[in-house]
């Protein structure tokens, strides 16, 4: 069982930065692969960015490469999203996932956390 728990998100002007936070529970955090999710209102889930468990292998949907980086810290059982280059069309709520194997199957959720992009 893996709990995950997000920080991070608020308000920011376009073209700013934020930094979001996905902090897991459990011994295992290490051999999940971790992604990144967004769902904007009125729109369905989607894929944000992936990385693997040893961090070597990292994927990104074309909306947000060159802007967003994801990175884990599995001494502290953390994942990270770097966002730069903010965009309105990123305001979404922000799910962190955890996937025994495709990160396009999670397994666990985060309970989201939002992220407002004004222009």
């Known amino acids: 069982q893996v709990q995950l728990v997000e920080s991070g998100g608020g308000l920011v002007q376009a073209g700013g930065s934020l930094k979001l936070s996905c902090a897991a529970s459990g011994r295992t955090f290490s051999s999940y692969t971790m992604g990144w999710f967004r769902q904007a209102p009125g729109k369905e889930r989607e894929f944000v960015a992936g990385i693997g468990w040893s961090s070597g292998i990292t994927r990104y949907a074309d909306s947000v490469k060159g802007r967003f980086t994801i990175s884990r810290d599995n001494a502290k059982n953390t994942m990270y999203l770097q966002m730069n280059s903010l965009k309105p069309e990123d305001t979404a709520v922000y799910y962190c996932?955890?996937?025994?194997?495709?990160?396009?199957?999670?397994?666990?959720w985060g309970q989201g956390t939002q992220v407002t992009v004004s222009s």
């Open positions: 996932a955890a996937a025994r194997a495709l990160i396009t199957s999670p397994d666990y």
